[in-house]
């Protein structure tokens, strides 16, 4: 595809670039995972410039779409690209040779891949063949937009979120058990979208035999643009414990054992970001294990009141306000009458 590059210089013009890659690349979220999804724009010495995006597992690269589409008119480019580009032969042929081969003459990379496999071997292969490369433009849009993928490189496992709805005095559920609905259907929506950009999605069994959910995207979908998986949106469905036979959120995976092994297994099978609904059991055990990287709460205008509703985290709390959890305020919005609020440890992630 062809796109006008902003009319910009230096630096200005870098950013102007790059913001069309990550908008690329986040075209592309749905449907190349488990691969990163990348963004890449050739910018021809002319000033024309041909985007691409990654294709889904056994396609092509995003730097090899973006390259076919600018054909000759590579030679002399400068290339922008979100990600690292692979330097080995994986399903495909390394892009780094493409960009070698095409004769272009830069390349701006917004963040290096972890892959053990690539680690800055990509960005040394093309040092080596005369190529300048320029690292860090974009660096935190695109660590935003790659957060799960780097994570899961990094340690092997996927990145955990912790969904959450409550009152505002933290209740998730009243005292007969019931939790429908307490946040709105913008918050309901926005929850749904988080389900979408997760590989999994997970619950206790006893969230399964209370709520009988279906653990689908129904009620959001993407923009038009956005390239979607031959599957569908719905992310794997996951069950902690044994799930009633004629339970709607079957076909899921029932599992049992120490969380920490789950998640090194989930992270070996491809699961780049895992999203943890509950129940209150759940969550807390998440929660104290250390194992969440996000929490998104939703909260309603609403109190529960009393002392029978089941809390946001259940299990044993600190035994004094020096043991508190504190973390930081990431992100606050409202939704419809709700209040987003995303939290994260304390202990910045390494992007």
């Not at 000033?47 to 396609?59: C, M, N, R, V």
């Not at 799960?148 to 409550?166: D, N, Q, S």
């Not at 259940?314 to 709700?338: F, K, N, Y």
Request: hydrophobic share 40%; charged share 25%; aromatic share 4%.
């Amino acid at each position: 595809m062809s796109a006008d590059a902003p009319e910009v210089t230096s630096a200005a013009r870098d950013d102007g670039v790059m913001a069309m890659a990550v908008a690329q690349a986040d075209r592309a979220r749905f449907w190349a995972r488990p691969n990163p999804w990348v963004g890449a724009v050739v910018v021809a010495p002319s000033g024309a410039a041909f985007a691409g995006f990654t294709e889904p597992p056994g396609g092509r690269h995003a730097e090899r779409v973006a390259l076919d589409a600018a054909g000759d008119d590579a030679a002399g480019a400068t290339v922008y690209v979100t990600l690292e580009p692979c330097c080995h032969h994986g399903r495909t042929p390394p892009c780094a040779d493409a960009l070698i081969d095409a004769g272009v003459v830069r390349v701006v990379v917004g963040v290096t891949d972890p892959d053990p496999q690539v680690a800055g071997r990509g960005i040394e292969r093309l040092r080596q063949a005369g190529i300048r490369v320029d690292l860090g433009t974009g660096h935190e849009a695109v660590s935003a937009l790659l957060a799960p993928y780097l994570h899961h490189r990094r340690t092997g496992r996927p990145l955990v979120v912790l969904k959450l709805a409550a009152t505002m005095d933290g209740r998730t559920a009243a005292a007969d058990g019931s939790s429908r609905w307490i946040t709105g259907p913008e918050a309901r929506t926005d929850a749904h979208r988080l389900r979408a950009e997760s590989d999994a999605i997970l619950v206790g069994a006893g969230t399964v035999r209370a709520d009988d959910p279906t653990l689908t995207v129904r009620d959001w979908a993407p923009a038009d643009d956005v390239a979607r998986p031959e599957g569908g949106l719905d992310p794997r469905r996951i069950v902690l414990g044994r799930a009633p036979a004629q339970a709607r959120v079957h076909p899921a995976t029932e599992a049992t054992g120490d969380l920490s092994d789950l998640l090194d297994r989930w992270g070996g099978e491809g699961v780049l970001q895992l999203m943890v609904e509950g129940g209150a059991t759940v969550a807390g055990a998440f929660h104290r294990g250390g194992l969440v990287d996000r929490y998104v709460l939703y909260l309603a205008p609403a109190l529960a009141g009393g002392d029978e509703g089941a809390p946001l985290l259940g299990g044993p709390g600190p035994s004094s306000m020096a043991d508190l959890w504190r973390g930081r305020i990431h992100a606050v919005e409202t939704l419809g009458a709700d209040l987003r609020v995303e939290l994260r440890p304390t202990v910045p992630e390494e992007d």
